[in-house]
């Protein structure tokens, strides 16, 4: 069984797939994030279609991606020896799309085998022999450096023992293929990912740890159209074996929001953050018939199709397996002035106020909409008044109004951000004085965290000290929190690890940076090998759950260290630790 833990990802910033320890492809959606699969594998060992490579007693090694770049190298042994896979998906100008695979000179013979599943696994396989490959149902075509045999449903190389190899599965045909024209696909696909790479520098603790949370953003982000998916995968559960299985591979405003503050607080020098709101303009302009937003949104900015489910036997049977999202009509408030915290970000480092009229039109939208119920940050069944949605609102109409010409126009915006704040000290604090989840609740949620860091209210506030403290009471195992949801009990999902990195990010600020440091360490536990986090964690098993890579998790971890780094420089500790 694959374990998530066990998953790594190559990208071209269109699409990407995963890979797991023993080499094998086991999610792949070609030409983008939110198509359908090809090879599904990790949803369903026996139909969701797979790339493995096979030979007897071959075991899992090590792994290590090449530089900043998402070049993945895999080591299996046998008793025979090594082999060494590299896998890639060619980044650059009049590059072919898709994935290249190249194996060293193995001591042993070595099978390598495609079993498509087009259309999640939906659509009867389709081989066809081409003159110098194999087309698979007229949608990619497959070329190899030895002859590829057809069986059955299946794509075969055989490889014998010293012999180099390489396949390459490509979305449209190429009238030849050769190794040279790999080592220039390789070439270009480094210079690339130096060039991404470097728009960003950060020096500081956890040095190597933010470059690979960097790297999964990078992977997460279409290129051309601006959009960060929340993670590349679909249906990997929130509990294992249960029903909690969304697909993540859409633009959740939030996360968006989320994302874009982080690289512009490491420092970015501008495409990637500038192209988020391209990426909301254009969203805004194909759905002016609306009065909102949708919390999310496909990439090509539209809604996301309806919710399906397929017939795969799913994650460690975790059913059902959907495509698509049925949230596209829930209010969330949050993630509205999420988009102007990050465009505040964006105009204070760049000078700029490029698509004002999209901020205004979010900030105007809030004005007039924040006192409605909506579904909160985790996306309940039930609308209410959720004070998270209300913080955020407050702060981000405060902070965009400092952008604003038109001074009548500012001053609307502060008023009703100072009535906002209003609203969640008379309404939505606990019985025990702490912010509740929404208003009338007595129950409290990590998102509360991020209030002082959003700049609410300072971190040692009587409502935030008593916050903190049923947080750690109620919600706290070790140094990792859960989040608190009203459809399902506590602890029956897996810790939430955003909401402990949020912690950690309050305890920056109050000064307490071993504390910071212990949560910061204590997640990064939860990582794998190669720097990427799930949405969740078991501390029980140390098993990742939900989807992968997790972009919020990656986002909320680089803000967090960036918070620590500053706080160590102002105590005269440096940046050391």
């Known amino acids: 069984m694959t374990e998530i833990r066990d998953l790594a990802l190559i990208g071209d910033r269109r699409t990407a797939a995963i890979v797991d320890r023993r080499g094998s492809v086991v999610w792949y959606c070609p030409r983008r994030f939110d198509q359908p699969s090809l090879l599904a594998s990790l ?40 082999l060494t896979v590299t896998d890639w998906m060619p980044l650059g100008e009049d590059l072919p799309a898709g994935i290249c695979r190249r194996f060293t000179e ?21 081989l066809a022999r081409t003159a110098n490959g194999v087309c698979i149902n007229g949608c990619q075509w497959l070329y190899a450096s030895g002859t590829l045999a057809i069986d059955g449903q299946s794509v075969l190389l055989e490889v014998p023992p010293g012999q180099p190899s390489w396949m390459v599965l490509v979305d449209s045909p190429l009238d030849s293929v050769s190794g040279s024209d790999l080592d220039h696909w390789h070439g270009c696909t480094v210079a690339s990912w130096r060039d991404i790479s470097s728009r960003i520098t950060y020096r500081g603790p956890f040095e190597p740890q933010v470059a690979q949370s960097l790297r999964a953003l990078r992977l997460l982000t279409h290129r051309e159209l601006g959009g960060v998916i929340a993670a590349a995968t679909t249906s990997l559960p929130e509990v294992a074996g249960g029903d909690r299985n969304y697909d993540y591979r859409y633009v959740w405003m939030r996360d968006a929001s989320m994302i874009v503050s982080a690289l512009v607080r490491a420092g970015s020098n501008g495409p990637d953050e500038q192209r988020f709101l391209d990426f909301i303009c254009s969203a805004l302009h194909e759905n002016e018939d609306k009065p909102l937003l949708p919390p999310f949104l496909s990439l090509d900015s539209g809604p996301a199709q309806g919710v399906s489910c397929l017939d795969l036997a799913g994650y460690q049977d975790s059913r059902p397996v959907r495509i698509g999202n049925d949230a596209n009509d829930q209010l969330q408030l949050d993630g509205f002035a999420n988009v102007l915290l990050a465009a505040k970000l964006i105009y204070g480092r760049h000078g700029t106020r490029e698509h004002w009229e999209t901020s205004r039109r979010v900030a105007d939208f809030l004005v007039d909409n924040w006192h409605r119920p909506d579904y909160g940050v985790w996306e309940e069944h039930e609308p209410r ?4 949605a209300k913080v955020v609102a407050s702060c981000g109409l405060r902070y965009i109004a400092d952008f604003a010409e038109d001074e009548s126009m500012a001053d609307r915006w502060r008023q009703v951000s100072k ?6 000290h008379s309404h939505c604090l606990t019985r025990d004085g702490a912010y509740a989840v929404y208003a009338g609740s007595d129950a409290v949620d990590v998102s509360a965290a991020l209030f002082p860091t959003w700049g609410f209210c300072e971190p040692d506030s009587e409502a935030m000290l008593e916050t903190i403290r049923l947080l750690e009471s109620r919600y706290r195992r070790g140094h990792l929190y859960w989040r608190h949801l009203e459809e399902l009990p506590r602890f029956r999902e897996g810790a939430f690890l955003a909401g402990s990195i949020w912690v950690a990010q309050y305890w920056v600020l109050r000064g307490d940076l071993e504390r910071a440091r212990d949560i910061l360490e204590e997640i990064l536990g939860y990582a794998n090998d190669l720097g990427y986090f799930a949405e969740e964690a078991d501390p029980e098993t140390g098993a990742m759950l939900g989807n992968f890579p997790q972009a919020f998790v990656h986002a909320s971890f680089i803000g967090a260290v960036i918070d620590y780094r500053d706080a160590l420089k102002q105590s005269g500790s440096g940046t050391a630790g």
């Open 385 to 388: 008044q959720y004070t998270t």
């Open 43 to 82: 949803l369903d060992e026996a139909a969701g279609g797979s790339w493995s490579i096979e030979a007897a007693d071959l075991q899992p090694q090590s792994r290590c991606y090449s530089g900043d770049s998402a070049i993945l190298r895999t080591t299996l042994v046998a008793p025979a020896g090594a």
């Open 106 to 126: 193995s001591p042993f013979p070595l099978t390598v085998r495609l079993a498509p599943a087009p259309d999640y696994a939906r659509e009867s396989v389709r």
């Open 419 to 424: 009535e906002i704040e209003r609203y969640v």
